[in-house]
């Protein structure tokens, strides 16, 4: 009751059994679906969520491993260039004097042996301790430049090796010189290098960080070391935070800037280095989804499975609900047919005893009543000189007895005969044949009240074993009463089909009318003994309860269907052979089968 | 009609009983009414009837039973079965055991007479031919004596 809507319960109706039962059939579809969803869509889906998050994180934490290991390797490889580009100055400064430097080519030859291999240096350069250019080999006209007040000239002077910033100075474009102090007898010398911003600059990038990927170097004051591939230029403040410097690697997620790969990425895996000299934040990062490309695409991959999988469950379980409940709907209709049929054969033989009781307790006084008319007749005959007008009272009297003792008997034979279970005599019946003559016999009856029969026989009609004499009456019954069916109406129709149901080996005779029709109220209890809708005297009410009697124990059904003022249909199945059928007879038909084939 | 034929009529419909064989012995018949099986058997013991005219449904000794018990007193006396209808398979059955006929109840005077006519009939050519028989034996049997005197 709670399933069903609430205008029903406002309104005060009862739901309908089949109301009723279509909200429990939905019921059980929900039932089993939600069912079969917790026990396997649900934890195939938890379970699959589950794997799936934590291979994710393996997979995240195997690429954050190989980041930090490319980032560690990148920043040794760095710092290896400078320390080598330092080391070689240094051996330069300690093994040779500012005499030596400051001879015609000497400077060059240095120069072109530390470029040799690699274009590393843009320029050489031998600086005295006032800040005077010595000797200098490069493309810029410096040696005339006095560098006592640079910062660098003073850090190298003080530390004997000095790794400057990107700076300006007098060529005005960002470079970096590297400066090892040099001692002689004469004091402090100084020898600067000035490595190839570019060349550098291929060096730091010169590591594998995909199309979204970028590497760059800051300084401490958060100042662009080279040339980043998106986010900025050289020498321009960097928009990363520098923070404190810190030793190993860290690598972290945040959401990227907007000077990052364009505007395309959400999310970016950043991963920083300090550099021990010079002190420069190596920074490599890459749009997060490039870097998980790989895992993201075996995950999306492994979760389209899943989710597939789960969707496929789902269908399959609806269609297999829904074609269950299709089967528990069949059996179900099944067993209303056989549970109706069973209370209308249980109804009727009970009827059926209590008919024949009934019929036989009536038999027995009618009989006394009948002895006692002849007696009185008897007597009547015998007296001779009788008053005439007592004579003819008497006589109108016991001829009435006689009347009523014959329509009691007719009532009971027929209660007797409805109820009764005698043997049939069965025989092959050509079915088709059999409603022609049926027609014939009933045509002038029905032309007087101006009905007319239709016949529309199916030739695949074969012949079947049965009573003709009690289909005769059954078929007689219903004509008659479908010709009482028109009594209002001028005219109308009678049409009888006959029709093979050669799957279940049935023959389906229907006889149809055009006339009154049966209320709907009044239909269920068509086939009940004394129950007539014809008017009082008209019908003794045992017609079609004698032809329902005769089509059970012919092995078939009877029904009906009814529109009031349109008409009504009744349909009788009959078996190919009736349970009474004896072997004999059976032989007899099958030969006559064969032979009609 | 042959009259003064001798008819039990077995009831338990007391009246019944009482008013057929009235009706019976106005139509020239010696009936004699009796309403049990038992008594009719008694009857038929003590003495003789051309035709019963016997109730199928009765309390204690029903039709049938008192039927076959009639058959094994070997009598000529053929049997009618009154059946009310609603037995009319015991009434087939009585037929198929050796009665002579059925009628159904109510049933009119005129009918059942035509019927215990009928019966007297079969009754009549039953020991018409018993008595042949018998002369037949007699006659038979001194000629085969003869024949084998002669030898």
Known sequence: MQDLPSDHLQNGDTPSPDEDRQARYRRLFYRFVLLTLVCSVVPLLLVGWGMNIKYNRLGEEQVMTEFRKEVQHHRKVIELFLEEQSDKLALMAATHSRQNFSRPGFLRSTFDLFNKEHWTLTDLGVIDDQGDHLAYVGPYDLLDKNYKDAHWFKMVMEKGLYISDMFMGFRREPHFIIAVRGNDTDGPWTLRATVDTEAFRSLVENVMIGRTGEVFLVNREGIYQTTPRYSGRIMEPAAIDVGEVHPGIRVRQEAADAGFNGERSVRQIVSTAWLETPQWMLVVRQDKDEAFGAENQANFSVLIFLHVTAATILVVTILVTRYMLNLVKRKDAEADALNSQLMQTSKMASIGELSAGVAHEINNPLAIISTEREIVLDAYRRVGDMDAEFGVQLDDSLNQIDVQIKRCKRITHNLLRFSRRTQSVIDTVDINAFIGEVVDLMAREAKSSGISFLEELSPEVPPILSDLSQLQQVFLNLITNAIDAHENKQYGSISIRTNYLEPDGIVEIVVSDTGSGIPEEKLAKIFDPFFTTKPMGRGTGLGLSICYGIIQRLGGEISVKSVVNQGTDFTIRLPLRSPDAQPDSVHAYDQQVEKAA | ?151
């Open chain 2, 1 to 151: 009609m042959m009259i003064g034929s001798k008819i039990l009529l077995v009831d338990d419909e007391v009246i019944f009983a009482k008013n057929m064989s009235r009706l019976l012995d106005a139509r020239g018949y010696q009936s004699t009414a009796v309403n049990s099986g038992a008594e009719a058997i008694r009857e038929l013991e003590n003495g003789n009837f051309d035709v019963v005219v016997l109730d199928l449904k009765m309390p204690g000794m029903d039709g049938l039973t008192t039927l076959k018990e009639i058959k094994k007193l070997g009598l000529f006396t053929q049997t009618l079965m009154l059946t009310g209808h609603g037995s009319i398979d015991s009434a087939l059955e009585a037929v198929k055991l050796g009665a002579y006929d059925y009628l159904t109840k109510p049933c009119e005077i005129d009918e059942l007479t035509a019927k215990i006519e009928g019966a007297w009939d079969k009754k009549d050519d039953l020991e018409k031919k018993d008595i042949q028989d018998k002369i037949q034996k007699v006659v038979e049997s001194p000629r085969d004596a003869m024949r084998l005197f002669s030898k």
